[in-house]
């Protein structure tokens, strides 16, 4: 018994002791400005460089609106891949954790949905494909609190193309129209920071 509880005791003090390589976090930032779930994986090759990937859920609905309608909306269905390469730096540099510089790119793909009402309240709908491609840079900072908990903050440059073509609407009575959503048609080079949350292992 003593035998087993001395081996216990070394892997428990081995396992804390050793720093964990891999990372899994979530990002409410994005949430909070665009409604797109972030979830990321981040595994640390060695010291100074490790591999973060994003999955990301797109759940964007904002308004939209033709020449006769009164109200409708746009929605998102769209999933796309965040791959961002890190150089963790200085010369105590100890991936997963500490400063970091790292360029990104983001890929998403999917559909824009619109339903709509016009004013003689007939309801009608149509959709697209679309796309929405990202990169640029951050520079950042991974704190592993306890050697478990995760809480990462990073900022930088962001350039966003968005592909949209025209939505058009159809009618039960046969007819259509464009649809209005230029709301959403928003990209250039902008400025990226945000907070992301998770665990160690």
């Known amino acids: 018994m003593k035998t087993y509880l001395l081996l216990v005791s070394l892997y428990l003090s ?3 002791a050793t720093q964990a390589q891999n990372a899994i976090k979530w990002t409410p930032t994005t949430y909070l ?3 797109t779930v972030t979830l990321t994986f981040e595994h640390a090759f060695n010291a ?3 591999l973060n990937t994003g999955l990301n859920i797109w759940l964007l609905s904002v308004d939209a609106s033709t020449v006769t309608s009164e109200s409708g909306t746009a929605s ?3 999933f796309g891949l965040a791959p961002e390469y890190r150089f963790y730096l200085g010369k ?3 991936a997963p954790k500490g400063f970091y510089a790292a ?7 999917g559909k824009l949905k619109v339903e709509i009402a016009n004013a003689q309240g007939q309801k009608g709908a149509g959709s697209v494909k679309t ?3 990202a990169g640029g840079g951050i520079i950042g900072y991974q704190f592993l609190i306890s050697e478990v908990f995760v809480l990462d903050l990073f900022g930088g440059i962001n350039y966003t193309k968005f ?4 939505v058009r609407v159809s009618y039960p009575d046969g007819t259509s129209e464009d649809a209005n959503i230029a709301s959403i048609n928003i990209g250039g080079l902008l400025p990226r920071f945000g907070i992301s949350v998770g665990f160690a292992f």
Do not use: C, D, E, T
Not at 103 to 109: A, K
Not at 163 to 166: E, Q, R, S, T, V
């Open 76 to 78: 998102f269905s769209m």
């Open 92 to 94: 105590n540099a100890n």
């Open 103 to 109: 360029p990104y790119l983001n890929v998403n793909l």
């Open 14 to 16: 081995f396992a804390f």
């Open 48 to 50: 100074q460089r490790s």
């Open 163 to 166: 592909n949209l073509g025209k």
């Open 131 to 133: 796309s929405v491609i």
């Open 33 to 35: 400005f665009s409604q």
